[in-house]
């Protein structure tokens, strides 16, 4: 197992009091994996110190207000693809195959293509399996480490780390069509609201559309992406 990368999912996951007691080990593991510049090892620092000894309910209220009431920090790789449309439960179909391809059985209630999720399989891979994975989202971590940034989180460091890891450099133009979405206020319940009242997620193909960001995504996988079921799942 890369312990690098099992680290980064675990502190990109809900904080929670075994978490905290984690960190210490966590911490040893970032700072000592040398694929890391220095300079990105001691920007994980702060989250680091963060995560160990703050109240974990601002922790809490921290995590929710980042990444689960905005849109554009979402850790749903796919959100930033296709948002809420049909290519995306496609695209969630062909990596749920790829996982049980892999052996991969995550127990948890968040969707496949939840960043952490993503980073604990990859932590099973081969790393060069894991950099053209990784790269393949580079533009995609780019625009979530720049808005974590602006925000002045100290969550940035990890999509700067991912990014060091991929030994890729992001598309700056893909980067700034990401980046043209406009932010809502977190604490903006109405309005927030409303950009969440789309269509579901339907995990069944669209006869109409292909996903080409996702073959992009998956294609150098080892196992080839099977077709989705002819039938939506409930």
């Known amino acids: 197992m890369d312990r690098t990368l099992k680290a980064l999912s675990l502190v990109l996951s809900y904080p929670t009091r075994e978490l905290q007691h984690a960190m210490p ?3 040893g593991v970032l700072a000592s994996d040398t694929r890391l510049t220095a300079a990105a090892r ?3 620092r702060p989250l ?3 995560l160990s000894g703050r109240d974990i309910y601002d922790l809490q209220e921290t995590y929710v207000g980042l990444f689960d009431r905005s849109r554009t920090l979402s850790l749903n790789l796919f959100e930033h693809v296709h948002g809420e449309s049909r290519d995306r439960g496609g695209a969630m179909v062909s990596l749920v195959e790829m996982y049980r391809d ?3 059985d995550p127990v948890t209630s968040e969707l496949p293509d939840h960043l952490p ?3 604990e399989f ?3 891979r081969p ?4 950099q053209e994975t990784l790269a393949d989202a580079a533009h995609i971590l780019e625009a979530l480490n720049a808005r974590l940034d602006r925000r002045e989180s100290p969550y940035g460091a990890v999509f700067a780390a991912l990014l060091q890891l991929s030994g890729a450099k992001a598309d700056k133009a893909a980067v700034a069509e990401l980046l043209e979405e406009p932010e809502l206020d977190p604490n903006d319940l109405e309005a927030l609201d409303k950009v969440w009242e789309e269509s579901e997620v339907r995990f069944g193909p669209d006869p109409n559309a292909g996903c080409p960001q996702v073959r ?3 294609a150098r996988m080892d196992k080839p992406i099977t077709p989705a079921p002819q039938q939506a799942a409930e």
């Open 216 to 218: 992009d995504m998956l």
């Open 127 to 130: 790393f060069t399996e894991v």
């Open 25 to 27: 080990e966590i911490g």
């Open 117 to 119: 999720m993503l980073l």
């Open 42 to 44: 001691r920007a994980l």
């Open 122 to 124: 990859l932590s099973t």
């Open 102 to 104: 892999a052996g991969f």
């Open 48 to 50: 680091v110190g963060e």
